[in-house]
T-cell receptor, first 115, second 111 residues
């Protein structure tokens, strides 16, 4: 697969434990955030999104927490499974100089699930 | 998988040759995007399209051009490939909100 996971922060998690992946963003005006999962050799896969008028949103086995005060986003994965091994990255909506909206992507965190 | 396909999936080409990558979607989405993904960088936007014949530049557009002559196809062209354009290229479409859905990617190697 592609080597985009090289040199990324790595989180090793025991199967069955909960995982917490963190992301800091810089644009205080961002009002929309997304988490993606990318498995080796595949395209990024949408997991969950959250708007800035919320501080928590839950999906299937995942929870996203947003702390606008410190510009921090986290993704919690419950009961981590081997299939959760991947690179996870966040994205926030930013506005360009031309007034268009654009997603700005983080570099990602590698999650390795230990059976 | 949002009905997005990319072709070719892998390509090796020589410096100075033209290369065209194709993105095809089956769900009539208005917005389409081309990104490149490199180690040490997040996904970076090359060009995007907001309708047939309507395109605009992203943050790393130098050396790339795009065309969208019909809703379902968005083409990315490297007029004269350079080694710095060795990368994995992803196409994406915009969903109902601001989320984007990605294709499987094209790995391009310029020798």
């Amino acid at each position: 697969g592609e080597s985009v996971g090289l040199h990324l922060p790595t989180l090793s998690v025991q199967e069955g434990d909960n995982s917490i992946i963190n992301c800091a963003y810089s644009n205080s005006a961002s009002d929309y955030f997304i988490w993606y999962k990318q498995e080796s050799g595949k395209g990024p896969q949408f997991i969950i999104d959250i708007r800035s008028n919320m501080d928590k949103r839950q999906g299937q086995r995942v929870t996203v927490l947003l702390n606008k005060t410190v510009k921090h986003l986290s993704l919690q994965i419950a009961a981590t499974q081997p299939g959760d091994s991947a690179v996870y990255f966040c994205a926030d909506l930013t506005q360009t100089n031309y007034g268009n909206n654009r997603l700005a992507f983080g570099k990602g965190n590698q999650v390795v699930v230990i059976p | 998988d949002a009905g997005i396909t990319q072709s070719p999936r892998h390509k090796v080409t020589e410096t100075g040759t033209p290369v065209t990558l194709r993105c095809h979607q089956t769900e009539n989405h208005r917005y389409m995007y081309w990104y490149r993904q490199d180690p040490g960088h997040g996904l970076r936007l090359i060009h995007y399209s907001y309708g047939v014949k309507d395109t605009d530049k992203g943050e790393v557009s130098d050396g790339y051009s795009v065309s969208r002559s019909k809703t379902e196809d968005f083409l990315l062209t490297l007029e004269s490939a350079t080694s710095s354009q060795t990368s994995v290229y992803f196409c994406a479409i915009k969903g109902e909100s601001y989320e984007q859905y990605f294709g499987p990617g094209t790995r391009l190697t310029v020798t």
